[in-house]
C-alpha cells in the first residue's frame, strides 16, 4: 500500500509539474506570441486579446488622428499614443514612422495612414462627377484599384473616399467630388469604388481601406453654401441620402467619415442617431468612424457642445471613433473616463472598432512598404491607358447640330483658343491626390497628337479663366476668321469646385461668353468644349452653337481622351448624372422631383413653374447625344401584376440605326403613382450600357426586385405598397422611349 500511496503522490506531482510548465510556456509565449500577434487566430480573438493588454491611455491614442509627422508626434507614437497620420506620403517617409511604433512602443500596434485619393493618387483620372457620367461602374472599379496600387506602393494603407453625397445644387463646390443627384446611380458607383479600393482581400497590401464620406446630408447644404446647415427630413434622409452610404457599407467599406453640416438642428459629428442608430444599429456597420477634420472641435461654434470636453463627449457617445486633426480626444477622453463622464466600455468600442480594420487590413503582418517599387507602377502605361478610356466615356456630347462632330483628322485648318486649351494644372480637377501638372496631355497637344501632318492648327488664348481683359481677343478672332473651324475650350479653372469652393453664379468665369459670342460674329463653325467641375448655366451657348462637348475635369489623359472623342476614334457615350439648370433661378432642380398638386402645364398659368423661363432643366439627368442613333423597341414586363415581395422582369430591344458602332445607356425609370406619402414622379432604378454595331439589334433585360419598389411610407417603414407602378424605358430621364406599368396586388 505504502509504495503504491508513494507512486500516487510522486504521480500527481508530476502531473501538476506538467501543467505548471505548460502554463508557463504558455505564459511565456503568450508574451513572446501573444494571441493578437497570431494571424493564424480570429480577429475578433485578435481584437480581444489586444483590448485587455491595453491601458486606457493607449486605448485613447489609437483614436487619434493626425496630419503630417513632425518630431514632436515621435514621443507620441512611442508612446503608444497615436492611432494613424494623414498627409505623410511616400513609403520612406511611412516606414520610418511605422518603424517607431513597432519597434519602441510597448504593444507595437501598428499606424494605419490616410490620403484623399479620390479620382486617382498619381495617375489622376477624370474627377468623380466625370466618372459618374460614364454610367460604366466596372471601368470605375478598376480605376479605383489602379488607385489602389499606385497609392499604396507609396505607403497609403487608407483613402478618404468614395465621397458619395447626394447633391442637387451645382453651387455647392464639392458636387465635383461625388456621383450627382441620383441615390441609385451613385450607390451603384459607391459600391464599385469600395471594390475598387478594397479588392477581393482588404488584407492584401495593394488594397486600400474605403472611407464613405461625408456622413449624412452634406450635399443639402443650404444656399449650397459648403459646410452650411442641412435641413433635412427623416423621410428624405431615408430616402435620398443614405442609400449610396448604405450600399458602400452593404460593398463591405472599412471605415466613414462624418462631415461638418448639422443635419436640422444636430450636428453629423454629434449625430448618435445617424452614427449609431442608422449606421450600427439598422446597418450592423462593425467598421469605425473618423471625423472629418476638427469635426468634432466644430461642435463648438455649431453651439452644440459648450466646451472641449463636451465636445469629446458628445462625439464618442454619437459614435466617431477617431479624431481627426481635432486634438480634441488626445486632450478630454482620459479625465473624462476618471471622472465617470464616459464609461469606459464606450472607448473599448471605439477601439475595437479601428483595432478590427488594422487586422482586416493586414497592417500587423504587412506595416511595411517595399521601397521603389513605386517607380514602375506610378504612370505606367497601363494606367494612363485606362484613365484614357474613363476621359472618353466620361465625355457627354451635349449637342450636334448638322453633325459637325466628329471631324476629319486631314481638316485642312483648326483654331483652338480659349484659357483651357493649352492647359495642364486645371485639367486635373479638384482633389487631385498627388498628381501633377506636367504628366496632364493638354487639349491642344490631344488635337496635334491626332491630326495629319497637313492640317494647320493655329491656337490662342483669347482671354484668361476668370478675368475681365479682352486684350487677346482680336488674335483669337484672326485664327478664327482663317481656319475651316473653330475649338472653343473654356470653363472652370480647378479651384472653382471642391471643398469650400461654392459659386453664387453658374456662368462661363470672367470674359469667357463674350469670346465665344465675338468668335460666333465671324460666322466659322464652332464647337465648344466645356471643362469644367459642376453644372454651368450656357443657355446662350446651347442656343447659338451648333456642337458642345461637356468635358469636365478630365485628368492626365484629358488631351488624348477627347481628341479620340473630337475625332471619332470613340463614339461619345456620356450620359449626365446631373441636371444642368438653365439659371441659378431654379436651383435646386433635380429629376426625381416630386409631382406637387399642380403640376406645371406649359400653357396653364395656374401651374408649378416660372412666368420667366421654361421650368425644365437646360440638359436633363441622363441626357447625351452620339454620333449614330438608337432605336427601342419591342417593351415587356412580366408579371403584369404580382406580390409585393416578388420580381418583375422587364426587356427591351434596341437597335442601331446609324452608320458607325455606338455605346447607349439604356435607362430604366419606375414612377409609383401613389402612395402613403408622395413619390418621385420617376426614379432610375436600372440602368445597362450596351456597344452596338450598325445595324445590330440586343435585347436588354432588366430585374426590379422589392428592394428597388420599396420606400420609406408614412410610418417609416421600408416597404412596398401595393399600387400602379409606371415603367418608362428611354435614352435620358427626359427622352423616355417606351413605357409600361405593372400592379402591386399586396403582401404574397
Ligand atoms: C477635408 C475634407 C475631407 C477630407 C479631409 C482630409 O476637410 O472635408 O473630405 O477627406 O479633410 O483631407
Not at 446 to 465: E, F, M
Request: with cysteine; hydrophobic share 40%; proline share 5%.
Amino acid at each position: 500500500m505504502k509504495r503504491k500511496g508513494y507512486l500516487d503522490f510522486f504521480g500527481k506531482l508530476a502531473v501538476i509539474f506538467i501543467i505548471l510548465a505548460s502554463l508557463t510556456s504558455m505564459g511565456q509565449s503568450n508574451i513572446k506570441n501573444p494571441i493578437y500577434l497570431n494571424p493564424d487566430q480570429p480577429i475578433e480573438k485578435r481584437v480581444k486579446d489586444l483590448l485587455t493588454r491595453m491601458t486606457l491611455e493607449e486605448k485613447i491614442g489609437q483614436m487619434c488622428q493626425f496630419s503630417v509627422f513632425t518630431e514632436k508626434y515621435g514621443k507620441l507614437v512611442k508612446g503608444g499614443k497615436v492611432g494613424s497620420f494623414l498627409n505623410v506620403l511616400g513609403a520612406e517617409n511611412t516606414n520610418k514612422i511605422q518603424r517607431i511604433a513597432l519597434e519602441q512602443s510597448r504593444l507595437k500596434i501598428p499606424l494605419i495612414f490616410g490620403f484623399d485619393v479620390i479620382h486617382g493618387y498619381r495617375t489622376i483620372f477624370p474627377i468623380p462627377l466625370a466618372e459618374a457620367a460614364t454610367w460604366n461602374p466596372q471601368l470605375v472599379e478598376k480605376a479605383a484599384s489602379i488607385s489602389a496600387l499606385e497609392a499604396t506602393s507609396a505607403g497609403i494603407d487608407w483613402t478618404f473616399a468614395p465621397m458619395v453625397d447626394i447633391a442637387r445644387d451645382p453651387r455647392w463646390g464639392r458636387i465635383a467630388e461625388g456621383f450627382g443627384e441620383d441615390p441609385y446611380l451613385a450607390s451603384v458607383f459607391s459600391a464599385a469604388k469600395v471594390r475598387g479600393f478594397q479588392g477581393k482581400e482588404l488584407s492584401n497590401p495593394f488594397t486600400l481601406v474605403a472611407c464613405l464620406k461625408h456622413f449624412v446630408a452634406y450635399g443639402a447644404a443650404e444656399g449650397g453654401r459648403d459646410y452650411n446647415t442641412s435641413e433635412v427630413s427623416e423621410r428624405t434622409l431615408r430616402n435620398v441620402y443614405l442609400p449610396p452610404f448604405k450600399a458602400g457599407v452593404e460593398a463591405g467599406a472599412g471605415t466613414l467619415m462624418s462631415a461638418f453640416n448639422e443635419i436640422s438642428g444636430i450636428p453629423a459629428s454629434g449625430n448618435r442617431h445617424t452614427l449609431t442608430e442608422i449606421l450600427r444599429d439598422e446597418w450592423k456597420f462593425d467598421g469605425f468612424v473618423v471625423s472629418d477634420w476638427g469635426s468634432i472641435a466644430e461642435l463648438i461654434p455649431h453651439g452644440f457642445a459648450e466646451d472641449s470636453a463636451h465636445a469629446a463627449k458628445e462625439a464618442v457617445i454619437a459614435g466617431v471613433d477617431m479624431d481627426m486633426e481635432g486634438r480634441i480626444y488626445i486632450s478630454n477622453l482620459l479625465q473624462l473616463v476618471k471622472d465617470g463622464k464616459i464609461p469606459e466600455e464606450v472607448i473599448d468600442k471605439a477601439v475595437s472598432r479601428i483595432l478590427r480594420i488594422k487586422f482586416r487590413a493586414g497592417l500587423f503582418e504587412h506595416p511595411y512598404t517595399k521601397i521603389d517599387q513605386s517607380k514602375s507602377i506610378m504612370l505606367c502605361k497601363e494606367h494612363l491607358q485606362t484613365a484614357r478610356e474613363e476621359v472618353r466615356e466620361s465625355l457627354v456630347l451635349l449637342k450636334n447640330e448638322g453633325n459637325l462632330l466628329p471631324l476629319r483628322k486631314d481638316i485642312k485648318s483648326l483654331a483652338v483658343i480659349g484659357p483651357l486649351a493649352d492647359n495642364q494644372a486645371d485639367l486635373l480637377g479638384t482633389w487631385a491626390g498627388r498628381g501633377v501638372a506636367e504628366d496632364v496631355v493638354p487639349i491642344i497637344k490631344g488635337i496635334r497628337n491626332k491630326v495629319s501632318g497637313a492640317t494647320k492648327v493655329y491656337y490662342a488664348k483669347g482671354c484668361n479663366i476668370d478675368d475681365t481683359s479682352t486684350n487677346g481677343f482680336d488674335e483669337a478672332l484672326n485664327i478664327a476668321r482663317k481656319a475651316a473651324m473653330v475649338l472653343l475650350v473654356v470653363g472652370e479653372s480647378a479651384d472653382m469646385s471642391g471643398e469650400a469652393h461654392s459659386r453664387a453664379f453658374l456662368d462661363l468665369p470672367g470674359v469667357q461668353k463674350d469670346l465665344i459670342q465675338a468668335i460666333y460674329t465671324t460666322g466659322t463653325p464652332t464647337i465648344v468644349l466645356i471643362l469644367t467641375g459642376r453644372p454651368l448655366s450656357i443657355s446662350w451657348v446651347k442656343k447659338n452653337i451648333k456642337a458642345i462637348l461637356l468635358c469636365w475635369h478630365p485628368g492626365v489623359q484629358g488631351g488624348n481622351g477627347i481628341a479620340d472623342v473630337l475625332f471619332g476614334d470613340y463614339n461619345p457615350s456620356g450620359r449626365l448624372p446631373v441636371s444642368f439648370p438653365r439659371t441659378i433661378g431654379q436651383i435646386p432642380i433635380y429629376y426625381n422631383h416630386k409631382n406637387t398638386g399642380r403640376p406645371p402645364k406649359e400653357n396653364i398659368r395656374w401651374t408649378s413653374k416660372y412666368i420667366d423661363i421654361p421650368w425644365t432643366p437646360l440638359f436633363p439627368f441622363g441626357y447625351g447625344e452620339s454620333y449614330t442613333s438608337f432605336e427601342y423597341s419591342n417593351l415587356q414586363i412580366k408579371p403584369k401584376e404580382t406580390g409585393s415581395n416578388k420580381e418583375i422582369r422587364v426587356s427591351v430591344d434596341v437597335k442601331n440605326t446609324g452608320d458607325r458602332r455606338g455605346e447607349e445607356v439604356v435607362q430604366l425609370y419606375i414612377h409609383d403613382l401613389f402612395g402613403s406619402v408622395t413619390r418621385p414622379v420617376k426614379e432610375l432604378k436600372g440602368f445597362k450600357k450596351i456597344s452596338l454595331k450598325p445595324g445590330e439589334k440586343k435585347t436588354v433585360n432588366f430585374i426590379i426586385t422589392p428592394e428597388k419598389l420599396a420606400f420609406y411610407d408614412r410610418n417609416m417603414n421600408f416597404v412596398v405598397e401595393p399600387g400602379t407602378f409606371d415603367v418608362m424605358v428611354g435614352k435620358s430621364s427626359e427622352n423616355i422611349q417606351l413605357t409600361g406599368s405593372f400592379e402591386i396586388i399586396g403582401d404574397q
